[in-house]
């Protein structure tokens, strides 16, 4: 047994000859906060979709949670939370007609407690009333993880998760990551262009070309095994940029 939150083994996905994801062989254990990265077009998304079963594999397996994606596609869901990189929201509607809304949705049995502890622990106390519309970007991308973690995942996704946000967006959501996994042991799996909150959040970090796993490692020896190396952005370019062999 080991203690896999996502384990794949020389996963595919093609969309007609285009081959997305080329035999991702994977594992991130539970705990962890890990980083995918790539450049556009490397494959980040198409990883995500089909770990959150929104996509189903061309060939090759996927476990999250110990569910598989193909055979257990419901246990995958009921064990992940997912914050796409576009979240929508009624904006008409108030933070807490949102949620309950969410929370009926995912058919939560005691929406209105678990939506108050929900709010306390992403600071959003004394908001619940406020307009949708009249939150920040910054705001809308917590209340987004808000709605992903309603149903208490073990795994939570998040498709570039600081894409638009100012410095102070950026490190809110930042230490709201970070508490998640420090504080209820959550697994965060999130792709991401930001190198620099890699480092600042990551545990581990992946990184894809043209579909291809080329590294894969904890932050940590990443950048032990790098010493010449300034930062994690030109550790980044150096992998990026050495050929196929
Ligand atoms: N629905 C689709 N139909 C056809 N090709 C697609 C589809 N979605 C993605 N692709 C192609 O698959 C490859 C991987 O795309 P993907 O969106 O997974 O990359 P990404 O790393 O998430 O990129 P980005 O950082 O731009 O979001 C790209 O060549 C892309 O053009």
């Known amino acids: 047994?080991?203690?896999?939150?996502?384990?794949?083994?020389?996963?595919?996905?093609?969309?007609?000859?285009?081959?997305?994801?080329?035999?991702?062989?994977?594992?991130?254990?539970?705990?962890?906060?890990?980083?995918?990265?790539?450049?556009?077009?490397?494959?980040?998304?198409?990883?995500?979709?089909?770990?959150?079963?929104?996509?189903?594999?061309?060939?090759?397996?996927?476990?999250?949670?110990?569910?598989?994606?193909?055979?257990?596609?419901?246990?995958?869901?009921?064990s992940i939370g997912y914050l796409p990189e576009n979240v929508q929201f009624y904006d008409n509607l108030t933070l807490m007609?949102?949620?309950?809304?969410?929370?009926?949705?995912?058919?939560?049995?005691?929406?209105?407690?678990?939506?108050?502890?929900?709010?306390?622990?992403?600071d959003f106390e004394g908001r619940d009333r406020q307009r949708m519309g009249t939150f920040s970007k910054g705001m809308r991308q917590r209340v987004g993880i808000a709605q992903a973690i309603l149903h208490a995942p073990s795994v939570l996704f998040l498709d570039e998760p600081t894409s638009g946000l100012d410095p102070e967006g950026v490190r809110t959501l930042r230490e709201t990551i970070v508490r998640l996994n420090s504080e209820f042991g959550m697994t965060i799996f999130m792709n991401t262009h930001l190198l620099s909150e890699v480092t600042k959040t990551c545990t581990s970090i992946g990184?894809?070309?043209?579909?291809?796993?080329?590294?894969?490692?904890t932050l940590a020896k990443t950048l032990s095994n790098f010493p010449g190396e300034g930062s994690l952005e030109e550790i980044y370019f150096q992998l990026e940029s050495e050929k196929v062999s």
Do not use: C, W
């Open 1 to 78: 047994m080991t203690n896999s939150a996502i384990a794949t083994d020389t996963l595919s996905k093609s969309y007609g000859n285009t081959l997305a994801l080329d035999a991702l062989t994977l594992e991130v254990a539970a705990g962890e906060v890990f980083g995918l990265l790539g450049h556009n077009g490397a494959g980040k998304t198409t990883t995500v979709n089909v770990l959150t079963t929104l996509l189903g594999p061309t060939s090759g397996t996927a476990e999250v949670a110990g569910h598989s994606v193909t055979a257990d596609a419901m246990g995958v869901r009921r």
């Open 97 to 122: 007609e949102n949620l309950r809304f969410f929370a009926e949705l995912s058919g939560l049995r005691r929406p209105d407690q678990r939506i108050r502890d929900v709010l306390r622990i992403l």
């Open 207 to 217: 990184i894809l070309r043209g579909g291809t796993l080329i590294h894969h490692d």
